[in-house]
């Protein structure tokens, strides 16, 4: 072979491998142009998809908030305004005369009366063993190895909870924090200075600026016929207290109404549920939201009722001031008042919290409240307290 032709040959292999060098790096910048295409498509995508459901979530809200459906809006307006320390939620958005509109069409319009104590006759239905329903039933048919009380647990679809039937008012005292006017204390440490069997949360407390320490009970407060407080009192419902007669009375907040009705025991607070055996009106959900609540009442026959709801969980959001009133009456309430609710709603069996306090944040905690009431002991006693609280926190 000539070395021209040998020349040609190589001159040809050269071109054919720049050829396919130029082919290759064609084809390897398609597919980095590919890639990057890809890439800010799925980028572009994702950033849609984020645009789109944050827009959707803002309509939701806007709708939700200003739209025709008022029962959202109800709902926050009532349970910020009553919350105290959040009152924010409902002032962010609305303004004074749409939050004064709402708390008018939602609120309990009370009977206006003052309990009839010749209408309760203690003892008087211990003995019969026919029962007209299920709920006289829980209440009457007592637990063979506890005559103090008896535990009866409620669950309903917004909230659970706890009702106790007491058999002896005569030992239902009120208690109230060593530091009045200073600092409240936590139910469990009044409820063991005590020897208390049973104890629940009491009255308000004046709470400035929204971040009280509950040292300052709202209105009148007797402890074993002692008066620790004697303010004026401009809410709803009123005196909450047993007489030296132990029954339940439900009057106006005054030192002079107190020693009218030969009060002994009592604290301040409301709305006021039921008296003579007539339920409140409620418009609308009565003005206080859902929420963890805690109520006392007093049947015909002298049992008293000690009820403590849970809420403001995904699942039970909690109850509002009918819910209470329902159960009250299911289980023959005749005079029956609101007590302190939210995060001071508390239940305490012996030492032992047996509800779930949840506090505005969502953590499962209680605060020091002011007040509240016990079941003292009785010196026959020799139930074993303990074994209940611990069967109901399992």
């Not at 040809?12 to 491998?17: A, D, E, Q, V």
């Not at 009457?140 to 008896?150: A, G, H, M, S, T």
């Not at 009375?249 to 604290?267: N, P």
């Amino acid at each position: 072979m000539s070395t021209s032709t040998i020349d040609k040959e190589r001159k040809s292999r050269k071109t054919r491998i720049e050829k396919d060098d130029k082919g290759n790096n064609s084809h390897r910048k398609r597919g980095k142009s590919s890639k990057k295409k890809s890439n800010s498509n799925i980028i572009s995508n994702i950033f849609t998809f984020l645009f789109s459901v944050g827009t959707i979530g803002i309509i939701m809200v806007v709708f939700l908030l200003y739209g025709p459906y008022s029962g959202f809006r109800n709902w926050l307006v009532t349970t910020a305004m009553t919350t105290m320390t959040h009152q924010y939620l409902a002032t962010w958005f609305y303004d004074d005369d749409v939050i004064k509109y709402v708390m008018d069409n939602n609120k309990v319009i009370e009977t206006g009366e003052t309990t009839n104590v010749d209408e309760i006759v203690i003892g008087g239905n211990t003995s019969t063993t026919t029962y007209k329903n299920e709920y006289e039933k829980a209440i009457l048919e007592r637990d063979p190895d506890n005559n103090d009380y008896k535990i009866i647990e409620i669950n309903e679809k917004d909230f659970d909870g706890y009702l106790v039937a007491v058999y002896d008012p005569s030992r239902i005292k009120t208690v109230a924090t060593e530091n009045i006017g200073k600092s409240g204390q936590y139910l469990t440490k009044m409820a063991k200075k005590n020897d208390a069997l049973i104890a629940i949360n009491g009255g308000g407390f004046d709470d400035p600026n929204f971040n009280s320490t509950g040292g300052s009970p709202l209105g009148v407060t007797m402890v074993d016929g002692k008066f620790i407080t004697q303010k004026s009192y401009g809410g709803s419902g009123g005196i909450i207290g047993f007489t030296e007669d132990n029954k339940l009375v439900l009057c106006k907040s005054s030192t002079a109404e107190a020693k009218k009705q030969g009060i002994r025991d009592c604290v301040t607070f409301g709305p006021f549920l039921i008296v003579n055996g007539k339920a409140s009106g409620v418009l609308g959900n009565g003005g206080w939201g859902d929420a963890p609540r805690t109520a006392i009442a007093q049947r015909q026959d002298g049992i008293v009722l000690f009820l403590v709801l849970n809420g403001r969980t995904v699942s039970k959001k909690g109850a509002d001031m009918d819910d209470l009133i329902k159960i009250l009456q299911k289980y023959d309430a005749y005079n029956a008042a609101n007590l302190d609710g939210g995060t001071s709603s508390v239940l305490v069996v012996g030492d032992t919290i047996v509800n779930d306090p949840i506090d505005s944040t969502g953590a499962h905690k209680t605060r020091p409240i002011a007040t509240g009431f016990i079941l003292t002991k009785d010196d026959s006693d020799d139930s074993d307290h303990t074994i209940v609280a611990e069967k109901l926190g399992e």
